[in-house]
Protein backbone atom coordinates (compact mmCIF):
# COMPACT_ATOMS: atom_id res chain seq x y z
CA UNK A 1 0.00 0.00 0.00
CA UNK A 2 1.57 3.32 -0.83
CA UNK A 3 1.05 5.52 2.22
CA UNK A 4 1.74 9.26 0.33
CA UNK A 5 -0.63 8.82 -2.00
CA UNK A 6 -3.59 8.56 0.82
CA UNK A 7 -4.93 10.92 3.59
CA UNK A 8 -6.14 10.43 7.04
CA UNK A 9 -9.98 9.81 5.98
CA UNK A 10 -8.89 7.20 3.70
CA UNK A 11 -7.44 5.01 6.11
CA UNK A 12 -10.15 4.94 8.42
CA UNK A 13 -12.87 2.91 6.05
CA UNK A 14 -14.85 0.82 8.35
CA UNK A 15 -13.42 -2.66 6.57
CA UNK A 16 -9.97 -1.42 7.75
CA UNK A 17 -7.18 -3.18 6.39
CA UNK A 18 -5.80 -6.44 6.10
CA UNK A 19 -1.65 -6.61 6.91
CA UNK A 20 1.39 -9.00 6.29
CA UNK A 21 2.07 -8.96 10.02
CA UNK A 22 -0.97 -11.12 10.30
CA UNK A 23 -3.44 -8.42 11.51
CA UNK A 24 -6.45 -6.45 10.37
CA UNK A 25 -5.90 -3.16 11.11
CA UNK A 26 -9.56 -1.14 11.85
CA UNK A 27 -9.34 2.37 13.54
CA UNK A 28 -12.75 3.03 15.40
CA UNK A 29 -12.67 6.81 13.72
CA UNK A 30 -15.96 7.67 11.88
CA UNK A 31 -15.63 11.50 11.34
CA UNK A 32 -12.35 12.77 10.38
CA UNK A 33 -11.93 16.36 9.19
CA UNK A 34 -8.34 18.04 8.40
CA UNK A 35 -9.65 21.31 6.09
CA UNK A 36 -9.98 25.26 6.71
CA UNK A 37 -13.32 25.42 8.46
CA UNK A 38 -13.85 21.93 9.54
CA UNK A 39 -15.38 23.26 13.10
CA UNK A 40 -18.53 23.96 10.65
CA UNK A 41 -19.10 19.85 9.90
CA UNK A 42 -20.01 19.25 14.07
CA UNK A 43 -23.53 18.97 14.03
CA UNK A 44 -22.84 16.79 10.93
CA UNK A 45 -20.34 14.70 12.79
CA UNK A 46 -22.56 14.31 15.88
CA UNK A 47 -24.99 12.99 13.09
CA UNK A 48 -22.74 10.26 12.04
CA UNK A 49 -22.35 8.97 15.44
CA UNK A 50 -25.97 8.99 16.11
CA UNK A 51 -25.38 10.93 18.75
CA UNK A 52 -27.92 13.87 20.33
CA UNK A 53 -26.85 15.25 23.05
CA UNK A 54 -22.93 15.76 23.84
CA UNK A 55 -21.35 16.93 27.14
CA UNK A 56 -18.58 19.57 26.29
CA UNK A 57 -15.36 19.50 27.86
CA UNK A 58 -13.16 22.57 27.87
CA UNK A 59 -10.31 24.35 29.27
CA UNK A 60 -10.32 28.10 29.44
CA UNK A 61 -8.06 28.80 26.40
CA UNK A 62 -10.03 25.82 24.62
CA UNK A 63 -13.29 27.25 25.42
CA UNK A 64 -11.72 30.83 23.91
CA UNK A 65 -10.16 29.03 20.86
CA UNK A 66 -13.17 26.88 19.92
CA UNK A 67 -15.57 25.99 22.72
CA UNK A 68 -17.72 29.01 22.63
CA UNK A 69 -17.90 28.44 18.52
CA UNK A 70 -19.06 24.69 19.05
CA UNK A 71 -21.61 25.91 21.55
CA UNK A 72 -23.04 28.50 19.12
CA UNK A 73 -23.25 25.80 16.40
CA UNK A 74 -25.24 23.44 18.22
CA UNK A 75 -27.48 26.03 19.60
CA UNK A 76 -28.14 26.91 16.37
CA UNK A 77 -28.75 23.14 15.11
CA UNK A 78 -31.35 23.28 18.34
CA UNK A 79 -29.02 19.92 19.54
CA UNK A 80 -28.60 20.05 23.38
CA UNK A 81 -25.95 19.98 25.30
CA UNK A 82 -24.26 20.28 28.36
CA UNK A 83 -20.88 22.21 29.40
CA UNK A 84 -18.08 20.99 31.99
CA UNK A 85 -15.17 23.69 31.98
CA UNK A 86 -12.36 22.40 33.74
CA UNK A 87 -10.51 25.35 35.09
CA UNK A 88 -6.42 26.22 36.18
CA UNK A 89 -6.19 26.68 39.53
CA UNK A 90 -3.35 28.80 41.52
CA UNK A 91 -2.37 29.73 37.69
CA UNK A 92 -1.00 26.70 37.19
CA UNK A 93 -2.53 24.86 33.47
CA UNK A 94 -4.65 21.33 33.92
CA UNK A 95 -2.67 18.43 34.45
CA UNK A 96 -3.68 14.73 33.49
CA UNK A 97 -4.22 13.73 36.70
CA UNK A 98 -6.20 11.61 39.09
CA UNK A 99 -7.59 14.31 40.67
CA UNK A 100 -8.64 15.75 37.21
CA UNK A 101 -10.41 12.72 35.32
CA UNK A 102 -12.24 12.32 39.04
CA UNK A 103 -13.36 15.75 38.49
CA UNK A 104 -14.78 15.07 35.29
CA UNK A 105 -16.44 11.85 36.27
CA UNK A 106 -18.31 13.24 39.01
CA UNK A 107 -19.61 16.25 36.47
CA UNK A 108 -20.54 13.94 34.11
CA UNK A 109 -24.51 14.57 32.91
CA UNK A 110 -25.54 10.90 32.41
CA UNK A 111 -28.58 12.82 30.01
CA UNK A 112 -25.87 13.30 27.55
CA UNK A 113 -24.62 10.64 25.28
CA UNK A 114 -21.49 11.45 24.23
CA UNK A 115 -18.14 13.55 25.12
CA UNK A 116 -17.16 16.71 23.18
CA UNK A 117 -13.77 17.52 23.99
CA UNK A 118 -12.49 20.87 22.78
CA UNK A 119 -8.55 21.08 23.41
CA UNK A 120 -5.55 19.60 22.58
CA UNK A 121 -3.22 17.12 25.13
CA UNK A 122 -4.48 17.05 28.30
CA UNK A 123 -8.12 17.58 27.13
CA UNK A 124 -7.80 14.65 24.83
CA UNK A 125 -6.58 12.45 27.38
CA UNK A 126 -9.31 13.14 30.37
CA UNK A 127 -12.09 12.78 27.75
CA UNK A 128 -11.11 9.39 26.54
CA UNK A 129 -10.66 8.77 30.21
CA UNK A 130 -14.05 9.92 30.84
CA UNK A 131 -15.72 8.47 27.49
CA UNK A 132 -14.06 4.64 28.39
CA UNK A 133 -15.69 5.13 32.07
CA UNK A 134 -19.10 6.18 30.82
CA UNK A 135 -19.22 4.30 27.81
CA UNK A 136 -20.25 6.60 25.50
CA UNK A 137 -18.86 7.84 22.05
CA UNK A 138 -15.81 10.43 22.04
CA UNK A 139 -15.28 13.59 19.58
CA UNK A 140 -12.03 15.91 19.40
CA UNK A 141 -12.49 19.36 18.29
CA UNK A 142 -8.60 20.08 18.12
CA UNK A 143 -7.29 23.76 19.46
CA UNK A 144 -3.47 23.21 18.80
CA UNK A 145 -1.34 20.74 16.66
CA UNK A 146 0.56 20.19 19.31
CA UNK A 147 0.79 16.26 20.53
CA UNK A 148 0.07 13.02 18.35
CA UNK A 149 -2.69 11.71 20.90
CA UNK A 150 -5.55 12.91 19.07
CA UNK A 151 -6.34 9.85 17.22
CA UNK A 152 -4.39 7.17 19.23
CA UNK A 153 -6.15 4.78 21.83
CA UNK A 154 -4.23 5.30 24.33
CA UNK A 155 -4.29 8.47 27.33
CA UNK A 156 -1.07 9.56 29.10
CA UNK A 157 -2.57 10.04 33.04
CA UNK A 158 -0.49 10.84 35.78
CA UNK A 159 -1.16 8.36 38.82
CA UNK A 160 0.69 8.04 42.10
CA UNK A 161 4.02 10.98 40.18
CA UNK A 162 4.06 8.09 37.47
CA UNK A 163 3.17 8.55 33.96
CA UNK A 164 1.47 6.02 32.61
CA UNK A 165 0.04 5.30 29.06
CA UNK A 166 -3.62 3.75 29.74
CA UNK A 167 -5.35 1.91 26.89
CA UNK A 168 -8.50 4.08 26.17
CA UNK A 169 -11.19 4.44 23.56
CA UNK A 170 -10.00 6.53 20.83
CA UNK A 171 -12.51 9.33 19.64
CA UNK A 172 -14.68 8.51 16.64
CA UNK A 173 -15.06 11.96 15.57
CA UNK A 174 -12.00 14.32 15.47
CA UNK A 175 -12.34 17.88 13.64
CA UNK A 176 -8.93 19.99 12.90
CA UNK A 177 -9.94 23.28 11.56
CA UNK A 178 -6.96 24.23 10.32
CA UNK A 179 -7.46 28.23 10.13
CA UNK A 180 -7.92 27.33 14.15
CA UNK A 181 -4.72 25.24 14.33
CA UNK A 182 -2.63 28.15 12.81
CA UNK A 183 -3.77 30.90 15.71
CA UNK A 184 -2.25 28.40 18.10
CA UNK A 185 0.05 29.52 20.31
CA UNK A 186 3.97 29.58 18.48
CA UNK A 187 4.78 27.63 20.62
CA UNK A 188 2.01 25.05 20.51
CA UNK A 189 2.99 24.82 16.98
CA UNK A 190 7.12 23.97 17.33
CA UNK A 191 5.92 21.33 19.66
CA UNK A 192 3.62 19.42 17.38
CA UNK A 193 6.60 19.64 14.93
CA UNK A 194 8.54 18.23 17.76
CA UNK A 195 6.28 15.16 18.38
CA UNK A 196 6.28 14.97 14.52
CA UNK A 197 10.66 14.86 14.45
CA UNK A 198 11.20 12.53 17.66
CA UNK A 199 9.34 9.52 15.04
CA UNK A 200 13.19 9.64 13.22
CA UNK A 201 13.94 7.58 16.74
CA UNK A 202 10.98 6.48 17.74
CA UNK A 203 10.82 4.20 14.58
CA UNK A 204 14.04 2.61 14.59
CA UNK A 205 13.45 2.24 18.46
CA UNK A 206 10.58 0.11 17.65
CA UNK A 207 12.51 -1.96 15.08
CA UNK A 208 15.19 -3.04 17.11
CA UNK A 209 12.66 -4.12 20.12
CA UNK A 210 11.25 -6.31 16.93
CA UNK A 211 15.04 -7.93 16.58
CA UNK A 212 15.40 -8.35 20.12
CA UNK A 213 12.90 -9.12 21.96
CA UNK A 214 10.25 -9.83 19.27
CA UNK A 215 7.75 -7.42 19.70
CA UNK A 216 4.99 -7.39 16.59
CA UNK A 217 6.37 -4.82 14.13
CA UNK A 218 3.91 -4.26 11.42
CA UNK A 219 5.49 -2.32 8.20
CA UNK A 220 2.10 -1.00 7.35
CA UNK A 221 1.78 1.02 10.59
CA UNK A 222 5.72 2.20 10.05
CA UNK A 223 5.55 3.56 6.64
CA UNK A 224 2.44 5.30 7.50
CA UNK A 225 4.46 7.16 9.96
CA UNK A 226 7.34 7.07 8.19
CA UNK A 227 5.51 8.69 4.79
CA UNK A 228 3.63 11.57 7.71
CA UNK A 229 7.32 12.38 9.00
CA UNK A 230 8.75 13.05 5.51
CA UNK A 231 5.51 15.14 4.15
CA UNK A 232 5.67 17.18 7.45
CA UNK A 233 10.02 17.68 7.05
CA UNK A 234 9.50 19.04 3.88
CA UNK A 235 7.36 21.89 5.03
CA UNK A 236 9.30 22.82 7.87
CA UNK A 237 10.38 26.15 7.50
CA UNK A 238 6.87 27.13 7.25
CA UNK A 239 6.81 26.75 11.62
CA UNK A 240 8.08 30.47 12.01
CA UNK A 241 5.10 32.46 10.08
CA UNK A 242 2.16 29.27 11.30
CA UNK A 243 1.70 28.68 7.15
CA UNK A 244 -1.68 27.19 7.25
CA UNK A 245 0.13 24.76 4.90
CA UNK A 246 2.75 23.51 7.27
CA UNK A 247 0.07 23.36 10.18
CA UNK A 248 -1.86 21.34 7.63
CA UNK A 249 1.18 18.98 7.35
CA UNK A 250 1.71 18.93 11.26
CA UNK A 251 -1.68 18.44 11.97
CA UNK A 252 -2.26 15.58 9.21
CA UNK A 253 0.92 13.66 10.41
CA UNK A 254 0.22 13.63 14.38
CA UNK A 255 -2.87 12.24 13.16
CA UNK A 256 -1.25 9.70 11.10
CA UNK A 257 1.07 8.56 13.68
CA UNK A 258 -2.40 8.37 16.75
CA UNK A 259 -3.78 5.96 13.73
CA UNK A 260 -0.26 4.59 13.28
CA UNK A 261 -0.63 3.65 17.19
CA UNK A 262 -3.89 2.20 16.64
CA UNK A 263 -2.87 0.15 13.97
CA UNK A 264 0.06 -1.19 16.03
CA UNK A 265 -1.14 -1.84 18.96
CA UNK A 266 1.24 -0.26 20.97
CA UNK A 267 2.65 3.13 21.22
CA UNK A 268 6.12 2.20 19.94
CA UNK A 269 5.93 3.77 16.41
CA UNK A 270 5.59 7.42 17.55
CA UNK A 271 7.35 6.42 21.23
CA UNK A 272 10.87 5.38 21.47
CA UNK A 273 13.59 6.37 23.91
CA UNK A 274 13.07 10.24 22.98
CA UNK A 275 9.57 10.12 24.27
CA UNK A 276 11.15 7.70 27.90
CA UNK A 277 13.63 11.41 28.22
CA UNK A 278 10.53 13.28 28.62
CA UNK A 279 8.44 10.86 30.55
CA UNK A 280 10.98 10.73 33.41
CA UNK A 281 11.62 14.80 33.16
CA UNK A 282 7.73 14.92 33.43
CA UNK A 283 7.82 12.61 36.59
CA UNK A 284 11.11 13.98 37.87
CA UNK A 285 8.91 17.49 37.81
CA UNK A 286 5.69 15.68 39.24
CA UNK A 287 8.16 14.95 41.94
CA UNK A 288 8.27 18.75 43.02
CA UNK A 289 5.21 20.13 42.26
CA UNK A 290 6.64 21.51 39.16
CA UNK A 291 5.21 21.97 35.84
CA UNK A 292 6.82 20.47 32.66
CA UNK A 293 8.36 22.08 29.02
CA UNK A 294 5.47 21.42 26.64
CA UNK A 295 5.86 17.57 25.78
CA UNK A 296 6.27 18.17 22.20
CA UNK A 297 9.04 20.06 23.21
CA UNK A 298 10.81 17.64 25.66
CA UNK A 299 10.44 14.99 23.00
CA UNK A 300 12.27 16.98 20.45
CA UNK A 301 14.98 17.24 22.85
CA UNK A 302 15.36 13.74 23.45
CA UNK A 303 15.37 12.94 19.92
CA UNK A 304 18.97 15.02 19.69
CA UNK A 305 19.95 13.80 22.84
CA UNK A 306 19.38 9.49 20.95
CA UNK A 307 20.62 10.72 17.68
CA UNK A 308 23.97 11.51 19.66
CA UNK A 309 24.00 8.28 21.27
CA UNK A 310 23.66 6.79 18.14
CA UNK A 311 26.36 8.32 16.67
CA UNK A 312 28.41 6.74 19.76
CA UNK A 313 26.90 3.57 19.02
CA UNK A 314 28.13 3.66 15.55
CA UNK A 315 31.37 3.50 16.80
CA UNK A 316 31.25 0.21 19.34
CA UNK A 317 31.23 -3.09 18.10
CA UNK A 318 29.87 -5.30 21.65
CA UNK A 319 31.07 -8.65 22.09
CA UNK A 320 29.14 -11.31 24.64
CA UNK A 321 32.46 -11.18 27.27
CA UNK A 322 31.36 -6.94 27.59
CA UNK A 323 28.13 -7.85 28.06
CA UNK A 324 28.81 -10.86 30.53
CA UNK A 325 31.06 -8.63 32.33
CA UNK A 326 28.60 -5.62 32.68
CA UNK A 327 26.15 -8.23 34.31
CA UNK A 328 28.23 -9.38 36.73
CA UNK A 329 28.95 -6.05 38.24
CA UNK A 330 24.91 -5.07 38.44
CA UNK A 331 23.84 -4.51 41.97
CA UNK A 332 20.23 -4.81 42.95
CA UNK A 333 20.86 -2.67 45.46
CA UNK A 334 22.52 0.09 44.17
CA UNK A 335 19.85 0.37 41.74
CA UNK A 336 17.21 0.10 43.85
CA UNK A 337 18.73 3.29 46.08
CA UNK A 338 18.95 5.28 42.64
CA UNK A 339 15.58 4.57 41.75
CA UNK A 340 14.44 5.77 45.17
CA UNK A 341 16.81 8.83 44.53
CA UNK A 342 15.54 10.14 41.11
CA UNK A 343 11.93 9.20 41.58
CA UNK A 344 11.21 9.71 45.65
CA UNK A 345 7.66 9.55 45.59
CA UNK A 346 7.25 6.95 42.42
CA UNK A 347 9.86 4.48 43.24
CA UNK A 348 7.85 2.08 45.13
CA UNK A 349 5.38 1.44 41.63
CA UNK A 350 8.85 1.52 39.57
CA UNK A 351 9.85 -1.59 41.67
CA UNK A 352 6.99 -3.03 41.26
CA UNK A 353 7.09 -2.98 37.55
CA UNK A 354 10.61 -4.65 37.97
CA UNK A 355 9.44 -7.51 40.13
CA UNK A 356 6.43 -8.43 37.55
CA UNK A 357 9.07 -8.21 34.01
CA UNK A 358 12.09 -8.77 35.74
CA UNK A 359 14.45 -7.00 33.45
CA UNK A 360 17.46 -6.73 35.90
CA UNK A 361 17.15 -10.75 35.68
CA UNK A 362 20.83 -11.96 33.98
CA UNK A 363 19.79 -14.62 32.25
CA UNK A 364 17.13 -12.65 30.42
CA UNK A 365 19.46 -9.88 30.25
CA UNK A 366 22.55 -11.86 28.03
CA UNK A 367 19.93 -13.81 26.13
CA UNK A 368 18.41 -10.44 25.02
CA UNK A 369 22.57 -9.71 24.91
CA UNK A 370 23.28 -12.37 22.52
CA UNK A 371 20.29 -11.12 19.93
CA UNK A 372 21.74 -7.62 19.74
CA UNK A 373 25.29 -8.65 19.15
CA UNK A 374 24.07 -11.33 16.47
CA UNK A 375 22.24 -8.65 14.85
CA UNK A 376 24.67 -6.10 15.13
CA UNK A 377 25.49 -5.12 11.39
CA UNK A 378 21.22 -5.14 11.32
CA UNK A 379 20.78 -2.62 13.44
CA UNK A 380 23.87 -0.51 12.31
CA UNK A 381 22.05 -0.44 8.99
CA UNK A 382 19.25 1.03 10.79
CA UNK A 383 21.55 3.70 12.02
CA UNK A 384 23.03 4.49 8.58
CA UNK A 385 19.82 4.29 6.45
CA UNK A 386 16.91 5.13 8.42
CA UNK A 387 18.25 8.83 10.23
CA UNK A 388 19.09 12.02 9.69
CA UNK A 389 22.54 13.25 11.60
CA UNK A 390 22.47 14.89 14.78
CA UNK A 391 23.70 18.44 13.26
CA UNK A 392 21.26 18.58 10.05
CA UNK A 393 18.35 17.84 12.76
CA UNK A 394 19.84 20.54 15.14
CA UNK A 395 20.17 22.94 12.44
CA UNK A 396 16.38 22.79 11.24
CA UNK A 397 15.25 22.89 14.91
CA UNK A 398 16.84 26.04 15.18
CA UNK A 399 16.19 27.01 11.63
CA UNK A 400 12.51 27.09 13.32
CA UNK A 401 12.93 28.54 16.03
CA UNK A 402 13.16 25.72 18.33
CA UNK A 403 15.08 24.90 21.74
CA UNK A 404 18.16 22.13 20.95
CA UNK A 405 19.74 21.58 24.27
CA UNK A 406 18.48 20.17 27.35
CA UNK A 407 19.44 23.79 29.60
CA UNK A 408 17.56 25.75 27.06
CA UNK A 409 14.10 24.21 28.49
CA UNK A 410 15.49 24.47 32.64
CA UNK A 411 16.56 20.89 32.84
CA UNK A 412 20.22 20.67 34.19
CA UNK A 413 22.65 17.99 32.91
CA UNK A 414 21.79 15.70 36.45
CA UNK A 415 18.41 15.68 34.83
CA UNK A 416 19.43 14.33 31.65
CA UNK A 417 21.63 11.72 32.83
CA UNK A 418 19.19 10.39 35.21
CA UNK A 419 16.69 10.11 32.92
CA UNK A 420 18.70 8.55 30.62
CA UNK A 421 19.72 6.14 33.20
CA UNK A 422 16.56 5.26 34.49
CA UNK A 423 14.40 5.38 31.24
CA UNK A 424 14.51 1.53 30.87
CA UNK A 425 12.69 1.43 34.09
CA UNK A 426 9.63 3.10 34.47
CA UNK A 427 7.62 1.16 32.58
CA UNK A 428 7.28 -2.39 30.30
CA UNK A 429 8.65 -1.37 27.16
CA UNK A 430 12.71 -2.32 25.29
CA UNK A 431 13.84 0.76 24.61
CA UNK A 432 17.33 1.74 23.00
CA UNK A 433 18.59 2.33 26.70
CA UNK A 434 17.85 -0.92 26.95
CA UNK A 435 19.59 -2.10 24.48
CA UNK A 436 22.54 -0.68 25.68
CA UNK A 437 22.15 -1.96 29.10
CA UNK A 438 21.84 -5.40 28.11
CA UNK A 439 25.20 -5.09 26.07
CA UNK A 440 26.58 -3.67 28.72
CA UNK A 441 27.50 0.16 27.42
CA UNK A 442 25.46 1.97 30.08
CA UNK A 443 28.03 3.52 31.96
CA UNK A 444 30.18 4.08 28.51
CA UNK A 445 26.96 5.92 27.15
CA UNK A 446 26.51 7.68 30.15
CA UNK A 447 29.83 9.18 30.35
CA UNK A 448 29.68 9.98 26.93
CA UNK A 449 26.35 11.80 27.35
CA UNK A 450 27.77 13.74 29.99
CA UNK A 451 30.71 14.91 28.05
CA UNK A 452 28.47 15.95 25.20
CA UNK A 453 26.80 17.93 27.94
CA UNK A 454 29.44 19.34 29.40
CA UNK A 455 30.63 21.05 25.95
CA UNK A 456 27.05 22.13 25.39
CA UNK A 457 27.28 23.99 29.16
CA UNK A 458 30.55 25.63 28.50
CA UNK A 459 29.72 26.88 24.70
CA UNK A 460 26.47 28.52 26.48
CA UNK A 461 28.28 30.29 29.55
Same mark, same amino acid.
Given at each position: ???????????????????????? #???????????????????????????????????? #???????? &? @? /???????????????????????????????????????????????????????? /?? @??????? =????????? +???? %??????? $? =????????????????????? &??????? +??? !?????? %????????????????????????????????????????????????????? @?????????? $?????????????????? #???????? !??????????????????????????????????????????????????????????? @??????? %???????????????????????????????????????? $???????? !???? %???? &????????????????????????????? $???????????? &?? !???? =??????????
Amino acid at each position: MVFDLMNPEELIRPEGFSCSCGRQ #HRAEIRFLRIAPGALSEVTKALSVLGCSRPMVVCGP #HGYEAAGK &T @V /CSLLEAGGIAYSLHRLDEENGERIKPSEHAAGSLLLGYDQKCDMILGVGSGVINDL /CK @VLCTAAK =VPCMIVATA +PSMD %GYASDSA $S =VEIGSIKYSLKEKMPEAILCD &TQILAKA +PQK !MIRAGM %GDILAKYTSLIDWKISHIVTGECYCDLAADLVRDSLRRTVAVADGVRESREET @VLAITEGLVL $SGIGITFAGCSHPASGLE #HYFSHCWE !MMQLEKGKDSELHGIQVSIGMLLTLKIIEYLKTICPVMEHAEAAAGRFDEAVWEKNIRR @VFPKAAD %GILEIEKQTRKNDRAGRLERAAIAIAHWDEILSLFQTELP $SYEETKAL !MRRI %GMPV &TPREIGLTNREVIDAFVCSRDIRDKYLLS $SLIWDIGYMEET &TA !MLKD =VLYAETKSES
